[in-house]
């Protein structure tokens, strides 16, 4: 024990800069960037409210970012629990007090930019739950009580999301919850039955969904049903990044996007605008930018010596992953349409807090990734 | 210890598990990939095109229609520069009070601005509303010099149609006026070209013309975003004016008719007897085409519908008329080419002819005494052709009356509302009536009354082929394209006959110059029934035949009054008709005319002729220099 805490004190600020990932920090690094110049192109090639916002909001958290990183991984370890209860509070505290916009409440208003708690939920629960399975004894990941307790820990924000009402970010706490209790040692057995269960519980579920919800399942099945209205969506952005072709329109040349045809095109539409302006190859180098990063990620929890980094990187990773695998199913028409942001590049001040403090902790991870946390 | 195994034991399994959803993230973002790919590269094409549907739309210009012109290059229908007044809805700052500035500004009635804001709500912010779709000079002059105070509004000039003669050619051209859905879905030419606002041809040769006349719309192609909304122009096509149609009408002659018929319902037609040629065709009374551009007001329809000469019916066209004793040419022309009479046959008129107890009245009631065909001809001897036609029977005789024109359309397809009028045979009353020729129906139709319905333009045709020696022309009123002189014409005329017999309407040139002869002397003999309306000048001097058609039948009472004209009522009073060609020597033009309720034909229909002739000849040779001005290709 000794050891291991003078090895955590023997690292200077030096040292800890030294053992940045820059890989990582490049790529992140690059992806803000480019983001810019989406957000740009987005408002119409004009350095408008967009691009500014956006600048502003990266200026603001690539350093948090960095600054998180410099505390010890064990330091976040112990706040884990915590973090998440504040996520919790903060749900509860906008499901009473928050800003109401578009029939959904959501968001809590920060003076900088408002503050949606539920994408801060997406890290919370990766943190709780990799703590949770950190500290107990695998002989007990599949008791009763274990898979009860991770089971009300998912649950819990699942439900305040989905009341507020938030399908997507709701699907995407549930499924960064789920990875981790996959990772933990969950049997499988217990993930079909559960799936099981959700087939059994689905035509239920479906009619609990408000019709808007309903209207978009029936429209991602076809698409052309309602050409102009609920279809109206995935039809444009199919026509963008089909448009695109292979080496897409050119920067500022989107027609889809600066006619507006594209519907959300700063937010969860941003894939399409991408794409219909960088073609295909410019989406491959998008996709392997993002490979990039969860590699890294993945690496750098298979380099650490604590099985909380582990689950927590590993966790991430798949997070961000999901992320990127539902926008970009979405708007390529493989999915419903469900709000998804796509990581760093959509706009939204919550979901790049959320996954610049997830970068940090991974960072933090890394530069630590030799300690061993009790 | 055991915690540290435990903690190995669960590094492998989140290592174990962490690789088996690696596995499925690669097939996964693969799976992106390729829709990716099958989206960008594979249906790049279609979605490209979909993606150009939907940025690019066109917007259709109104195409400007051709010009039509009289035969000397006047324009009778032509384009003229209208004033327009447009309000764009999101250019405007504060609507009521622009509405209320131009309500004084303008004297709009209040149910002029219900209907502006009604189109307002329903039209885009964008779209111009028309306030005023021919705005005069004066009150654009106003717009203008206050336009600083009217936000949103645009002062447009454009091209409407426009008929500078008004009333004179509205029975020829017709009129172009707002389309309903229907009329555009009846024309594949203007339904491809309909722009709303855009007037299309309702009547006349502006219906006919259609497809001729309405030219080729411009085209502007802009960017447009998804609201429809108009971003930047991308390319504009010019369109192409509508043909220029050159007509064989005189609008000298043709307002000279006008005059002449001085708002008397009745029709006038001038026809050059080779070429076919139609030098006027006024339908009387008439009305001004210009009313119905812009949407006619309901106080000027109702006053053209309501009007007892019903302006509405183009008359030479589509009136039907008994052709009283102006069919006599035609009886004598049979008769003689069927050899049932000879110059010299004569018949006894004692003014009144019996039949199986039937009297048929000569117009004369003292009668004419013994007659040849020349002098019943000269004094329309009504008993002379009673017994010619009873010698001849009605089938010999509707032969020839159809050879000559008669019971057919004589412009055909140009005027869809044309009738092709009825000459009789025993063979149509059988089919259509059901009943046997009876044979005073035969003495009748000698005259020109009972079931014979000819339209003016007939009575025109069939003079000007009497006239030019019994040749079967084409009447036109589009001027031809390759012009020939005069003797090439008729040169052309002949040899035509040689290979199509039934263009030569004889057997022997001399029955039809006996029938010329008769008709000279009609007009030119003392007591010719129209020798009171004839020029001796030679250069002027015509040959005709006076008509007086019955419009029911005489009773005997009133044979026995004889009443003058004015103390008939109006709708019982005769029609009256007159034909006639001239110069008598080398003869150019024929003519018909027809006085509705007129009277007789010698006293109301011939003094006309006189005017008439006067003009049309003298202006002979200025229509024979202005042959090769221009080619028009229909």
Known sequence: MFQHDRLNNELTFWQKIKELDYILLISVFLLSILSLFVMYS?????????????????????????????????????????????????????????????????????????????????????????????????????????????????????????????????????????????????????????????????????????????????????????????????????????SGGLDGKGFLKGTQSYLDFLPEKHTDFIFTLFSEEFGFIGSVALLILYSIIIIRILRIGAISRSNFSRLFCFGFAFAIFIYIVVNLSMVLGLLPIVGSPLPILSYGGSSMLATMIGFGIVLSAKINHKQIIA | MIKGNSGIRKTDVINRRMFIISAAKIIIFTGIIARLFSLQVNENKKYLTLSDKNRI???????????????????????????????????????????????????????????????????????????????????????????????????????????????????????????????????????????????????????????????????????????????????????KQGLRVRLTVDTEVQKACGKLLNDRAGSISVMDIYTGDIIAMYSSPSYDPNKFLFGISNDDWALIRNNPLKPLVNKTLSGLYSPGSTIKPIVALSALENKIVSPSFKVKCTGKMELYGQTFHCWKEKGHGFVSLKNAMKQSCDTYFYEVARLLGVDRLNVTAEKFGLGKKVLGDYFDFE????????????????????????????????????????LCLMTAQIANGGYSIKPRIIVDNNPMSLEETKRKLKEETLHAQEKKLFNDPRNIKIVQEAMFSSTNELYGTSYKSRIDDPKYQFAGKTGTAQVKRISMRERELDLKIEQIPYKDRDHALYIAYGPYINPRYALSIIVEHGGSGSRTAAPIAKELFKLIIDRNDLRNKQKNFEEIKI
């Open chain 2, 57 to 239: 739309r066109e917007w259709k210009l109104p195409p400007i229609r051709g010009d039509i012109v009289d035969y000397f290059g006047n324009i009778i229908a032509g384009n003229l520069k209208v004033y327009q007044l447009h309000i764009i809805p999101e250019q405007v700052e504060n609507f009521n009070y622009l509405l209320t500035r131009l309500k004084t500004l303008l004297n709009l009635s209040d149910k002029k601005i219900e209907k502006i804001v009604k189109l307002k709500n329903k039209l885009k912010p964008w779209e111009s509303i028309i306030v005023s779709e021919n705005l005069s000079w004066s009150d654009f002059l106003k717009i203008n010099n206050y336009l600083y105070d009217l936000v949103g509004v645009k002062p447009v000039m454009t091209i409407s149609r426009n008929y500078p003669f008004s009333e004179v050619y509205t029975h020829i051209l017709g009129y172009v006026s707002q389309p309903n859905e229907e009329e555009i879905l009846a024309n594949e030419v203007v339904q491809e070209r309909f722009v709303p606002g855009m007037k299309i041809g309702k009547l006349g040769l502006e219906k006919t013309l259609e497809k001729h006349l309405i030219g080729t719309n411009a085209i502007q192609r802009y960017e447009v975003n998804a609201y429809g909304k108009r971003i930047n122009q991308l390319e504009h096509q010019k369109g």
């Open chain 1, 42 to 242: 987005t408002d119409g090639g004009e350095i408008l409210f967009h691009t500014k916002s956006h600048f502003s909001k990266i200026i603001i958290f690539f350093p948090l970012m960095i600054f998180i990183a410099f505390f010890n991984i064990k330091w976040w370890h112990n706040l884990s629990y915590l973090f998440y209860f504040a996520v919790i509070l903060l749900l509860i505290y906008v499901s009473f007090f928050g800003i109401k916009s578009s029939g959904s409440r959501r968001w809590m208003d920060l003076y900088l930019f408002n503050l949606q708690p539920s994408e801060l939920m997406k890290i919370a629960i990766i943190l709780c739950l990799a703590k949770y399975y950190h500290r107990i004894k695998i002989e007990n990941v599949n008791s009763i009580t274990s898979i009860m307790t991770v089971v009300t820990i998912i649950l819990i924000p699942i439900i305040m999301v989905i009341s507020q009402p938030d399908l997507g970010t709701s699907i995407l706490i549930a499924a960064s919850g789920l990875i981790v209790l996959w990772l933990g040692g969950v049997k499988i057995k217990y993930f079909i039955y559960s799936f099981i269960v959700f087939l059994i519980s689905l035509p239920f579920v479906i009619s609990f969904l408000k019709p808007y919800q309903k209207l978009r399942i029936l429209t991602f099945l076809d698409p052309d049903r309602d050409p102009l209205g609920a279809g109206y969506q995935i039809i444009q952005s199919k026509i963008a990044i089909g």
């Open chain 2, 419 to 458: 009738k092709s009028g009825l000459f009789p045979d025993t063979k149509w009353k059988k089919n259509n009536l059901g009943k046997g020729w009876v044979l005073g129906e035969t003495l009748i139709t000698g005259i020109g009354q009972g079931y014979t319905q000819t339209t003016p333009l007939q």
